[in-house]
């Protein structure tokens, strides 16, 4: 409209600080940008269901979801780490560790006392409360020793896996009892998949935790600015252990999910998903940089490598091809990340 | 006449063996607007950070109300009404404005009578009411600070240190990254705010800021503090020959 550039006059002649062009500041272009992934998610779903021979149907339905149950897991614990301007390498790792480790002291305490039930409890506990310490442990490096996030958790990869090998000799823990499988194959009302019901409670967790407490802003305060979190007198260390651990605990999550659903302990369990977690957060819209990411974003980012891998797996595409496409999809956002937010003052 | 707000009594503060502040003593009264100035290096930001608790002095006493005070973190001077603007704002750019008011003292309520939640309307209609306080209009309390103008996101800091009962006020160079509007606007900011008796300690650079909106002009030299003088009744070369030349009377 106009033609030469009036930017850094005032507009009009008013005092008050003010009339900015902001209500229009999401404009159409971002907003398409900002829900663009949830556009691909549908249009993966369309173009698999024409595709795919038998891709709509509830066994195949239930099939996506049981995939997607383990990277949305790890998703979940890994948005508040990136929103606070971090990364956890080490989610796949720490999910391998807990799951043979749970499936030790579960056969141990089954051994010992005989109780199936009880062993099966005792087993979960000590892998959440595994995970949980592991991530406690890699925070606690990170926001005391303030080494980086990246290096501590890849070190934690290293180290959990490997410990996961020692344990384990390399070879799956076998002869757990067989009620561990029917509860992880469990359905209520022999419909509605306990791979379901589990994430479907956790992202409530998450959106509560993220969305609602001290804990979930102070994620965000200290990914948008760690000197005005620290200036304002957040204790930026203690969440940031928080914060890791919470991690840790989804991993352990994952770990005891993955476990029960084999009913065979796997040294190999949750080799990569890494690479899924991160995606599935990045593409649904957080920023690297911290300060931004949503759960809705990160659930729709892991349902679309759900959808990737069991619509590629049904058109017989071998199945490596999902690992491809997903680390391409996760350039790609993390471009678009940056042009959506090249033009965001950071200080 | 009343004990001032706040004594600072003969405070030096020694970095190995650089003395950034030496033997500084001044008293602000209530409702005062002091002007703190002087060259790169001078000594100020020393000065402010040790009355805001940041910093402890090596040696000196300071007085809030007649009391001694023992400033050993920002919390304690932040306790006594101490609230502090930084050259860099100290926002989280990402949060909203209410977010930012708020930020570190969020209020929190129970949900269902047992869970706790923040309390997201409350936050909003305080912000709000602060900010009318300042008569400033910023929109939305969600609004992302980050695409607010340099003189908004300055706004939403003062904002935010009134609101926690400020009874003073340090300023670091509030108008150093601002254009010529914007500060005009911050400057008329802090006018009001010493109309509605808040005491004051603005740093500047910039003479015109603190003639336009000072009682009294601190001025500091190599961690001295040179003169002391009442802005109605002196000029800017006074000022400025004070800040740049050797040890003057006043």
Redesign the interface.
């Known amino acids: 409209m106009v033609s030469h550039d009036r930017r850094g006059e005032p507009e009009k002649s008013g005092v008050v600080l003010s009339e900015r062009a902001y209500e229009d500041r999401p404009t159409l272009w971002k907003r398409l940008l900002n829900q663009w992934i949830f556009l691909v998610l549908l249009v993966f779903i369309a173009v698999f269901s024409v595709t795919a021979p038998g891709f709509l149907t509830v066994r195949n339905i239930r099939n996506i979801i049981s995939y997607t149950s383990v990277p949305l897991l790890l998703a979940l614990g890994q948005t508040f780490v990136i929103i606070s301007g971090g990364i956890d390498l080490s989610v796949g790792a720490v999910l391998g560790f807990c799951g043979v480790s749970s499936a030790l002291i579960l056969k141990f305490v089954w051994a010992a006392t005989g109780s199936v039930g009880f062993s099966i409890v005792v087993g979960s506990l000590s892998g959440m409360i595994i995970g949980t310490t592991l991530g406690a442990v890699s925070g606690t490096m990170i926001a005391k020793l303030k080494v980086p996030p990246f290096v501590v958790t890849l070190g934690m990869l290293g180290i959990a896996r490997g410990c996961t090998y020692l344990l384990t000799s390399g070879r799956a823990i076998v002869g757990l009892p067989t009620e561990l499988a029917r509860v992880g194959n469990y359905r209520i009302w022999g419909a509605i998949p306990i791979t379901l019901v589990i994430p479907l409670f956790l992202i409530g967790i998450s959106l509560y935790l993220l969305n609602m407490t001290r804990l979930g802003r102070y994620t965000y305060a200290i990914g948008g600015s760690e000197t005005a979190a620290i200036r304002a007198g957040i204790p930026v260390a203690r969440y940031k252990i928080l914060i890791y651990a919470l991690s840790g605990f989804m991993a352990s999550f994952a770990g005891l999910v993955t476990l029960a659903r084999f009913g065979t302990g796997s040294p190999l369990a949750g080799l990569n998903s890494e690479l899924d977690s991160i995606a599935a957060v990045v593409i649904g819209g957080a920023s690297l940089m911290g300060g931004i990411g949503t759960i809705f974003g990160s659930v729709v980012g892991a349902l679309i490598i759900g959808v990737l891998l069991v619509g590629l797996v049904l058109l017989n595409v071998e199945p490596y091809w999902q690992m491809v496409s997903v680390g391409a999809i996760l350039i790609i956002a993390v471009f678009l990340d940056q042009v959506r937010h090249k033009d965001r003052v950071r200080t | 006449m009343a004990s001032p707000l706040l004594r600072v009594e003969s405070l030096s503060k020694r970095f190995g063996g650089v003395h950034a502040v030496e033997n500084a003593s001044f008293d602000l009264h209530e409702g005062e607007v002091l002007g703190l100035v002087g060259d790169n290096g001078a000594g100020k930001s020393t000065l402010i950070k040790i009355i805001s608790g940041v910093l402890q002095p090596t040696s000196g006493k300071l007085y809030w109300k007649g009391e001694e005070a023992a400033l050993s973190r920002?919390?304690d001077a932040?306790n006594l009404g101490i609230e502090t603007i930084?050259q860099?704002?100290?926002?989280?750019?990402?949060?909203g404005i209410a977010?930012?008011v708020f930020?570190?003292?969020?209020p929190?309520r129970r949900?269902l009578g047992f869970?706790?939640?923040?309390d997201r309307k409350l936050m909003d209609q305080r912000a709000e009411d602060v900010l009318a306080r300042l008569?400033?209009?910023?929109?939305?309390m969600h609004?992302p600070v980050?695409?607010?103008?340099g003189?908004?996101r300055q706004?939403v800091a003062i904002g935010r240190a009134i609101f926690w009962d400020a009874e003073l006020l340090i300023m670091d160079e509030p108008t150093a990254a601002l254009?010529v509007?914007?500060r005009a606007?911050i400057l008329?900011l802090i006018k009001q705010l010493k109309k509605q008796g808040m005491t004051i300690i603005l740093i500047s650079h910039n003479l015109y800021d603190i003639f336009e909106t000072t009682d009294r002009i601190a001025v500091m030299q190599r961690g001295r503090i040179v003169g002391c003088l009442e802005t109605a009744s002196t000029t800017e070369d006074e000022v400025i020959h004070i800040m740049i030349g050797t040890e003057v009377q006043v």
């Open positions: 920002v919390s932040r930084y860099d704002l100290a926002l989280a750019d990402n949060l977010a930012n930020l570190g003292r969020e929190a949900a869970i706790p939640v923040l008569q400033l209009r910023l929109g939305s609004t980050w695409s607010l103008s003189g908004q706004s254009g509007y914007e606007t008329k």
